[in-house]
């Protein structure tokens, strides 16, 4: 570097030393320091100790089981959201982690449900439980989800780990024979185990000697209403089976997962210890509870002590679910949109949602056609980041030159917000503030894009690689994250400067018609003519990745890359979309725009109109609601133009 250069970079970097010295950001740096002790360091929920703790420490590797499916029926979002959140936590820790996490799921391929839906379907037990195994896992790589380093299905360890785990309960007095199978005793669990746990402990209303659960067997041959089955005696009616000591039968719901980790564990003993256990927060009770019981009665002490539970996901206000029938499968869900297209990912929309909109991973989530919008919204914003960016490189072919403000800005901003999106992860996954760092750097960097044509590279650069890096920390697909470096984007295809050339002089040609027409006003027609002819030819050009923004003068218009419009998806509901675009909205009342149209679909208002809630009930988000504000604002300039006109 000339010495002229060196000694204004100096200049620079000692003035944003002492912006950074200011009281605020002194306040703010010293946090961020000390978050930085801890930098190493991931914190979950603990449905447990109802605390968000550190994983718990050991001199080896992490072992995580997640329950897996009951694969009678087709995987609906319910599933979709616990596996996408859980691929999430997945993604992090193994990021974080010195040691490689183990990862293990199981697969419930025989139960009452898997046999019903057999008999109804004419298939047998275990080909239907195969069917629906396999697009389960179609299902999990269409979201991007991870597969388990093992996956362990029940079929495949009734005679080698779950019948050996039962016998174990009997001989410890843990378990009874009845004429229909053999049940836990809790009440011997609490009497011999109480000194250092109970029954319950994960969901204490479970203790109430009244809580009942349903399992297809007779109530009446329970000698507590709390004991739960773990074999089930063979009927007549029923043709799969497995020998045990005590009869023919198959394994109660609870004792699988119990048996399995236990003979995982066992496998892994040298290098993984199972520390975590996650599902979805119906599992709490009964599955998980009984879990623990059964666990600590055959190892006679405390067993997986760190607990991870997703939220349920809600619809129409019930929970979304196979039992009620309500539940939107995630085959259908991703059947809805085009595939084909360079830019569509219905996968990466829903995981955004996940992430960041749907509320925390452990709280309850409304699904709605409003919210997965604005996430689609979202990630087309961060699509137009990673086009324009790479565009705006192309164009500067790698020129350094001098910093000023903006590119500092830029800089600090980009790893200001790395720094924070990953202590937000590390502080129990959280998404929300996650999303937040991240669309800072989004919208400064589509801000920088325009204002700053001839800027410097680095900072571009710098920027481009911290987002790209963070989308893929999280899960998303190359589709999001590979936005504007593939061979057909938008980016490749504006590469050759002949077409740079094009778009410049079209551009150019487009200001000075709108020049014409803003100069010669008296000429109302003719302006009005031209600048409708302007704005359709503005419009147009969307359709080929070409974003053209209008300066108030009419001299210096500008250009940029841009999704094109062809390949953008409006909502699922597509098809309504003709009917609602027939109104016109010069006719509308202020009041009325979000109650008409494309608007149409909140269910509550406030008193100027502005939608509080959307169609399913839940609240409009901050979000939402600033870009209703601007629709809202337009709407107004529209409707004085008008009367203007009149």
């Not at 994983?55 to 087709?74: D, F, M, V």
């Not at 001098?402 to 959280?430: G, I, P, V």
């Amino acid at each position: 570097l000339s010495r002229s250069l060196r000694f204004s970079l100096s200049n620079r970097l000692k003035y944003h030393s002492i912006e950074l010295q200011s009281p605020v950001n002194a306040i703010r740096r010293r946090e961020l320091s000390a978050k930085l002790n801890s930098e190493n360091d991931v914190t979950i929920y603990n449905s447990l100790s109802k605390e968000i703790e550190r994983l718990p420490e050991s001199n080896k590797a992490i072992a995580w089981y997640t329950c897996g499916p009951t694969t009678y029926a087709p995987a609906h979002l319910g599933h979709a959201r616990t596996y996408v959140c859980i691929d999430i936590m997945r993604r992090v820790l193994e990021a974080h982690v010195s040691k490689p996490p183990l990862f293990t799921m199981n697969i419930t391929d025989i139960d009452d449900k898997i046999m019903k839906a057999a008999e109804d379907t004419g298939e047998s037990p275990l080909d239907l439980a195969r069917r629906y195994e396999r697009e389960f896992w179609e299902d999990m790589d269409s979201l991007n989800c991870l597969r388990p380093h093992v996956v362990a299905r029940v079929t495949e360890r009734v005679e080698s780990d779950i019948v050996p785990y039962i016998e174990t309960l009997i001989d410890k007095g843990m378990a009874y024979d009845t004429e229909d199978g053999i049940y836990f005793n809790v009440k011997n669990f609490s009497e011999k185990m109480g000194h250092f746990s109970k029954y319950g402990k994960l969901s204490p209303h479970a203790t109430s000697e009244h809580t009942v659960e349903n399992e297809g067997c007779d109530a009446n041959l329970k000698r507590d209403q709390r004991d739960f089955v773990l074999w089930k005696k063979q009927k007549s009616t029923e043709s799969v089976c497995w020998e045990a000591p005590w009869g023919k039968g198959r394994p109660g719901w609870h004792i699988e997962c119990s048996a399995i980790i236990e003979s995982i564990q066992q496998q892994f003993e040298d290098t993984h210890y199972f520390s975590v256990h996650a599902g979805g927060v119906d599992l709490k009770f009964p599955h998980h509870t009984n879990e623990i019981a059964q666990a600590e009665a055959y190892r006679g002490g405390e067993w997986i002590n760190h607990w991870v539970h997703t939220g349920h996901l809600h619809i129409d206000g019930l929970k979304m679910s196979k039992s009620l029938k309500n539940f939107i499968s995630i085959r259908d869900f991703m059947g809805k949109y085009d595939m084909s297209s360079s830019t569509e990912s219905p996968g990466d929309d829903f995981r955004l949602w996940c992430l960041g909109l749907s509320g925390r991973y452990r709280a309850p989530a409304t699904f709605s056609e409003s919210r997965l919008s604005e996430a689609r919204s979202i990630r087309q914003k961060i699509l137009r980041f990673l086009h324009g960016g790479e565009a705006w490189l192309a164009v500067s072919h790698g020129n350094i030159k001098l910093w000023n403000d903006s590119d500092f800005e830029l800089h600090n901003l980009s790893l200001e917000a790395k720094h924070n999106c990953t202590l937000a992860l590390q502080n129990d996954f959280d998404g929300s503030e996650f999303l937040n760092e991240l669309m800072r750097v989004v919208e400064a960097g589509n801000t920088y894009f325009t204002n700053r044509p001839d800027g410097s590279t680095e900072a571009v650069r710098t920027a481009l690689c911290n987002v790209r890096e963070l989308l893929r920390l999280v899960g998303f697909s190359n589709k999001t994250t590979n936005a504007g470096l593939g061979r057909d984007n938008t980016t490749d295809s504006l590469e050759n400067s002949n077409k740079h050339q094009a778009v410049d002089t079209l551009v150019s040609v487009r200001s000075r018609m709108r020049k014409i027409a803003l100069d010669k006003a008296p000429r109302e027609q003719v302006s009005k003519d031209l600048l409708e002819l302007c704005d359709e030819l503005r419009d147009s050009m969307l359709d080929h990745g070409v974003e053209i923004m209008d300066s108030k003068s009419g001299e210096s218009d500008g250009w940029r890359p841009c999704l094109p419009k062809s390949e953008k998806k409006e909502t699922m509901q597509s098809n309504n979309n003709n009917e609602e675009q027939q109104v016109d909205l010069h006719t509308v009342p202020l009041e009325d725009l979000f109650k008409v149209g494309i608007y149409g679909k909140y269910s509550q208002f406030d008193a100027n109109g502005v939608p509080t809630h959307n169609s399913d009930g839940s609240e409009v988000s901050k979000r939402l609601l600033k870009k209703l504000l601007k629709k809202r604002e337009i709407h107004r300039e529209r409707l004085a133009q008008k009367n203007k006109e009149k």
